[in-house]
C-alpha cells in the first residue's frame, strides 16, 4: 500500500505514471513501455534492449487476398498522445495511430488507440486497445496481435504458466549458434553448450508452453534477487477468437510475457481474421493486468509468488468487466446483458431420459453456422462450463446479436440455437432447457477413445532421450515433448498399426497422431492405419454409420475403405493447417464426419476399416483422432 495518489509525469520523450508501489515509463508519442521500475528495481525491463523493443503492442497484417497466416509485422507506434483521465485516484493516457490514404500499402488500415490505465494503491499497471476500420478502407487481413514484454534476463530466471508446468528457464543466447543447435523448425532449439550446464541436451521450444484460452489467465516470471513477480493477467476471453480451448503462446525464454489476443496458432489460416471490402470493424482488446509482486517477509518461498499471482487473478476476474475504463467503446457491467438455462443431451441409445450437460463448455458468438465459433475471430465471445446438472449462465454479455453454441464432453458434435439471440443492456435471458441430440442413428456396434475434441487419452510415446524438456518428464502434459512424429516410425518401421476391437486398447496401442513415416531417402510416405472387429450378423440392405471425430489435421487427406483396399474411398478432401503436431499440442481445430456404410460392403465375423492419411511431404502433416465411432441400424420401428 501507499499514500500516495497516482501521479502523471509528462516529460518531452516520455511520460511516467507513479503511484508510489511502481512507476511505468513510456516514450512519446509511441506509447512503448521503456522501463517499470518496481521494489528497488530500476527497471524490469531488458536495459540492453533499445528502448522501442521492450514492452509494445504489435500486429501481422497482409493485404487482401493473401494466404497464410504471415504477413508484415508492425510494432504499434502511436503519433499522438493525450490524457484521458487524471487524478488521485486514477490515471489512464492515451496513445493513437490514425490511418489515411496515404498510408495504403504501408500500415494496417486501421485506426489503433492504446491506452494504459494506473490506479491507486494497484501494484501493477492496465492496458487495452481499440482497432477500427471504415468500410471506405481498404480490405485486409489481421493474423496477429499481442501485447509483448521483453525482460531482464539478468533477472528473471524462473517462469509459470500454471501449477505443475514451472521451471527455471534457460537464456536467450543459449539459443543462438555454437550454444543451440536449430532442430526442425527454427522455435526448437537443442541446447548443445548453454551457459549453465544444468541445460545441456534439452530442447527449448514456445511452442512447449503453450495454454488453452481457458487456462490462459494468469503467467510469468519470478526474479529471486530480490523477489519480484511480473505476471500478465487476462480477466475475460471476450476479446480473443476461437473460444475456450484455442490455444496461444504465452511466457517463454527471453524472458518475454505475452498477452495474446488474435492468433493463427494451431488453428492456421481459419482464424485468420479477414475483412472484406466495404466492411466496418470494431473491437477493444482489454484490459489485460500487469500484476508486480514481492514477498511479505523473509519466511516465504518465491513460490508464494505465484500463489499469489493466482489470487490476484481471481480477484480480476470477479472484478469484469472493469468499472474504470474510460472509452466508451468498454461497457460497464450495467450495459450489458446475462443469459442462462440447463442444457441436456438426448441420446435414446444411451438413456430413455434426457443425460443433464455436465461439464459442457456453453456460449455466445457472433451468429454463424454450427460450430463456427472456433473459427470467429471478428466479434467477441462469452462462454462458461455447465454445473454437473447442466446448468449454466452467461453474464456480462455486450449487446449485440449472437448464437447459443455448446459442445458437451463425452458426446460428439456441435450443439447450436437456430434463433439469433439479441443482448441488451440490462436483459436477463431465459432458456430454461436446452436439448441437444447428437449425431445418432443407430446402436454403439464399437467404439475407440472419448469424445472430448481432444487426442490426450491415446498412446504417446516417450521422447527420444536426445530431444527431452525435463519439465513434461513423468508429467500429464507428456504430449508436449519434441519430436514425438518421429516415434512413430520407431515404433512401426515397416507395417503400420493395426487395432483389434475387443482386445486392443486405445490407451496403449492407438499412437495419438497419424502421421508420415521417413523413409531411408529422406522421403516420407502415408500411412493406413486397420481397424479389425467382428460382427455376428450383417443387414445388408441397412446403412451402418462410421464417425470420425478429429481432433486435428495438418494439411492432411483421410480416405477411407471397408474390407478392400482396392475400393474407391470415402475422403475427407485436404484439410487443415493446425500445425498442431509440430507445435506439441494434442488438439487443434475439431472436425466430424458422418460416413455411411453399405450393409452390403460388411461381412459377418471379420472385418476391416482401412484408414489412410495420403500426404507426404513433411513430417508434420498428419491427424490426431478424437472419437471413432460404428453405429449399427436403427432398429425398423425406431424414430430417427
Known amino acids: 500500500m501507499s499514500n500516495q495518489g497516482v501521479q502523471l509525469h509528462i516529460q518531452e520523450r516520455h511520460v511516467v505514471m507513479d503511484n508510489g508501489i511502481l512507476q511505468v515509463t513510456l516514450s512519446k508519442p509511441e506509447g512503448i513501455v521503456t522501463g517499470i521500475q518496481y521494489n528497488g528495481i530500476s527497471n524490469l525491463l531488458e536495459v540492453l534492449n533499445d528502448e522501442s523493443n521492450r514492452g509494445y503492442w504489435d500486429l501481422v497484417w497482409s493485404k487482401e487476398g493473401s494466404t497464410g497466416t504471415t504477413g508484415t509485422s508492425d510494432a504499434i507506434k502511436g503519433e499522438s498522445f493525450r490524457v484521458v483521465v487524471e487524478n488521485e485516484e486514477q490515471v489512464e493516457i492515451s496513445f493513437t495511430r490514425m490511418w489515411d490514404p496515404s498510408l495504403e500499402g504501408k500500415l494496417a488500415p486501421l485506426n489503433i488507440d492504446k491506452r494504459f490505465i494506473m490506479l491507486r494503491n494497484s501494484s501493477g499497471f492496465y492496458s487495452y486497445a481499440?482497432?477500427?476500420?471504415?468500410?471506405?478502407?481498404?480490405?485486409?487481413?489481421?493474423?496477429?496481435?499481442?501485447?509483448?514484454?521483453?525482460?531482464?534476463?539478468d533477472k528473471f530466471h524462473c517462469m509459470a504458466v500454471a501449477d505443475n508446468r514451472q521451471r527455471r528457464m534457460p537464456l536467450p543466447e543459449d539459443r543462438l549458434p555454437k550454444r543451440g543447435e536449430p532442430l526442425a523448425y527454427p522455435e526448437a532449439v537443442l541446447l548443445v553448450n548453454p551457459v549453465e550446464a544444468e541445460f545441456k541436451g534439452e530442447v527449448d521450444d514456445k511452442y512447449q508452453y503453450s495454454c488453452e484460452n481457458k487456462d490462459l489467465q494468469v503467467h510469468g516470471w519470478i526474479c529471486l534477487n530480490p523477489p519480484v513477480g511480473f505476471w500478465q493477467i487476462t480477466p475475460s476471453n471476450e476479446f480473443r477468437s476461437g473460444g475456450p480451448v484455442k490455444q496461444n503462446l504465452s511466457s517463454h525464454v527471453g524472458p518475454i510475457s505475452l498477452a495474446m489476443f488474435l492468433s493463427a496458432h494451431y488453428s492456421g489460416e481459419d482464424t485468420v481474421l479477414k475483412l472484406k471490402p466495404g466492411e466496418p470493424w470494431k473491437k477493444v482488446f482489454g484490459p489485460v493486468f500487469i500484476?508486480?509482486?514481492?514477498?511479505?517477509?523473509?519466511?516465504?518461498?518465491?513460490?508464494?509468488?505465484?500463489?499469489?499471482?493466482?489470487e490476484q487473478m481471481l480477484i480480476e476476474v470477479q472484478s469484469w468487466p472493469y468499472s474504470f475504463p474510460a472509452s466508451e467503446d468498454f461497457p460497464s457491467s450495467e450495459q450489458r446483458g446475462c443469459v442462462n438455462g440447463r442444457?441436456?443431451?438426448?441420446?435414446?441409445?444411451?438413456?430413455?431420459?434426457?443425460?443433464?450437460?455436465?461439464?459442457?463448455?456453453?456460449?455466445?458468438?457472433?451468429?454463424?453456422?454450427?460450430?463456427?465459433?472456433?473459427r470467429e475471430c471478428k466479434g467477441y465471445q462469452f462462454w462458461t462450463k455447465a454445473d454437473p446438472e447442466g446448468y449454466f449462465s452467461i453474464n456480462d454479455i455486450r449487446t449485440g446479436d449472437y448464437n447459443l453454441y455448446a459442445w458437451i464432453p463425452g458426446f460428439i458434435g456441435d450443439y447450436r440455437n437456430d434463433e439469433v439471440i439479441t443482448i441488451t443492456p440490462g436483459c436477463d435471458l431465459d432458456f430454461g432447457d436446452v436439448i441437444y441430440k447428437p449425431p445418432r442413428d443407430g446402436p454403439t456396434l464399437w467404439e475407440i477413445g472419448i469424445p472430448n475434441r481432444s487426442a490426450a487419452e491415446f498412446y504417446i510415446p516417450d521422447p527420444d532421450p536426445k530431444y527431452i524438456n525435463k519439465l513434461y518428464v513423468n508429467h500429464p502434459d507428456r504430449f508436449r515433448q519434441y519430436g514425438l512424429w518421429e516415434r512413430y516410425a520407431d515404433l512401426y518401421p515397416d507395417e503400420d498399426l493395426v487395432y483389434t476391437i475387443g482386445t486392443s486398447d486405445y490407451a496403449k496401442d492407438w499412437f495419438f497422431a497419424q502421421v508420415t513415416r521417413k523413409k531411408d531417402d529422406n522421403s516420407y510416405q502415408g500411412t493406413t492405419w486397420q481397424i479389425k472387429f467382428k460382427l455376428d450378423s450383417v443387414q445388408n440392405s441397412r446403412s451402418y454409420k462410421l464417425r470420425l471425430a478429429l481432433a486435428t489435421a495438418n494439411v492432411a487427406e483421410l480416405q477411407v475403405r471397408i474390407n478392400s483396399l482396392e475400393t474407391n474411398p470415402w475422403s475427407t478432401g485436404v484439410i487443415g493447417h493446425d500445425n498442431t503436431i509440430a507445435r506439441h499440442g494434442i488438439h487443434g481445430l475439431y472436425w466430424l464426419y458422418n460416413i455411411e456404410v453399405p450393409g452390403s460392403e460388411l461381412v459377418e465375423e471379420d472385418n476391416t476399416i482401412f484408414l489412410t492419411q495420403t500426404m507426404a511431404t513433411s513430417p508434420f502433416q498428419g491427424i490426431m483422432y478424437d472419437y471413432i465411432r460404428l453405429e449399427g441400424p436403427a432398429s425398423s420401428n425406431s424414430n430417427n
Do not use: M
Open 130 to 153: 481499440i482497432y477500427e476500420h471504415f468500410k471506405e478502407w481498404p480490405a485486409f487481413n489481421l493474423p496477429q496481435t499481442r501485447i509483448v514484454f521483453k525482460l531482464r534476463k
Open 343 to 374: 442444457l441436456q443431451v438426448q441420446d435414446r441409445f444411451i438413456s430413455d431420459y434426457c443425460i443433464p450437460g455436465n461439464g459442457a463448455y456453453v456460449g455466445l458468438a457472433p451468429p454463424g453456422d454450427i460450430g463456427s465459433w472456433q
Open 291 to 310: 500484476y508486480l509482486n514481492t514477498l511479505l517477509d523473509d519466511e516465504n518461498e518465491p513460490h508464494w509468488l505465484w500463489e499469489d499471482a493466482k
